[in-house]
């Protein structure tokens, strides 16, 4: 995107939706216009995260700290081989499998991800990654080991920065801010967009938590990335309202593609995708003073 677009955002507390995402709440949000979802509402990963955690408090064994481009981060299973029929319980972790750099042709079949505080399956630049027949859920905050979102603005299914890749016969639910959030690799900061994520997804949902007024969620999104075949996805419940917020009131969205190769909504729908009971179902913007 250009440095326009990342100033707007950053101004909205970077990836914020209203007052329930700002740092203490006491940060107001620019006046977007009313049309779209507000590009406040998108995943936007600017910036390092961090983990929400010391490393004093992490059980030896339990979780292996990771140096991500987000920062430091703890994950529960940092593979070398294939993941397959395996049940990942990221419980106290903030990732549930991470994949770095170094990763290539990675698989993960058949297998369970619950409970990661942040990202659900984080590849991080690693290539050729396949997801397939997994599911992931319960990804965000969690209070006394359950699941428990708020309006922090992480708790992402499949997370890919700067990554590729193949997602088939995936579900995704219970998470806090994406289903999925398949973004380019951005410079920290000036924004650029140093390598895209590249895709394929086919036959998985994402299934939001119906309308809520703390935070809007996105069910499958593309920032700044391609999806070279995108065919028999569903994105369903992801509505946000909140009456001491009009300005971001009905901004989630169901599949969200920002300055992507696909052109539109009916697209979308000609490759069997469906969306309902979303804020917008579909919301489709290649506007060049965007990207």
């Given at each position: 995107m250009k440095t326009a677009t990342l100033a707007r955002l950053l101004a909205a507390g970077a990836i914020a939706v209203g007052l329930s995402a700002c740092s203490g709440g006491a940060a107001q949000p620019p006046q977007l216009p009313q049309s779209g979802p507000h590009k406040s509402s998108v995943f936007r990963d600017v910036g390092t995260s961090g983990s929400s955690r010391s490393v004093s408090t992490v059980a030896i064994g339990h979780c292996t700290q990771v140096a991500t481009s987000k920062g430091i981060l703890y994950a529960k299973l940092v593979p070398t081989a294939a993941v397959d029929h395996a049940n990942v319980d990221a419980s106290h972790c903030d990732i549930g499998i991470y994949l770095g750099p170094s990763s290539h042709g990675q698989r993960i079949d058949h297998t369970s991800v619950t409970d990661a505080d942040q990202y659900g399956i984080f590849a991080d630049q690693a290539q050729n990654v396949t997801i397939d027949h997994t599911t992931v859920s319960k990804i965000g905050n969690h209070t006394n080991g359950a699941f428990a979102p708020n309006g922090v603005q992480t708790g992402v299914?499949?997370?890919?920065?700067?990554?590729?890749?193949?997602?088939?016969?995936?579900?995704?639910?219970?998470?806090?801010?994406?289903?999925?959030?398949?973004?380019?690799?951005?410079?920290?900061?000036?924004?650029?967009?140093?390598?895209?994520?590249?895709?394929?997804?086919?036959?998985?949902?994402?299934?939001?938590?119906?309308?809520?007024?703390?935070?809007?969620?996105?069910?499958?999104?593309?920032?700044?990335?391609?999806?070279?075949?995108?065919?028999?996805?569903?994105?369903?419940?992801?509505?946000?309202?909140?009456?001491?917020?009009?300005?971001?009131?009905?901004?989630?969205?169901?599949?969200?593609?920002?300055?992507?190769?696909?052109?539109?909504?009916?697209?979308?729908?000609?490759?069997?995708?469906?969306?309902?009971?979303?804020?917008?179902?579909?919301?489709?913007?290649?506007?060049?003073?965007?990207?």
């Open positions: 299914g499949l997370y890919f920065r700067g990554a590729t890749g193949t997602v088939d016969h995936t579900d995704i639910s219970l998470y806090q801010k994406n289903g999925t959030a398949f973004n380019c690799l951005f410079d920290d900061v000036t924004g650029a967009c140093l390598k895209p994520s590249s895709v394929s997804m086919m036959h998985s949902t994402a299934v939001g938590l119906g309308q809520v007024g703390f935070i809007a969620q996105n069910g499958i999104q593309y920032l700044d990335s391609t999806a070279p075949q995108f065919e028999h996805n569903s994105a369903t419940n992801n509505s946000y309202y909140n009456p001491a917020d009009t300005l971001y009131n009905g901004s989630a969205t169901g599949f969200l593609f920002l300055c992507t190769n696909v052109a539109s909504e009916s697209q979308l729908r000609a490759q069997h995708n469906a969306a309902e009971n979303n804020d917008f179902n579909y919301y489709v913007d290649n506007n060049p003073a965007d990207c």
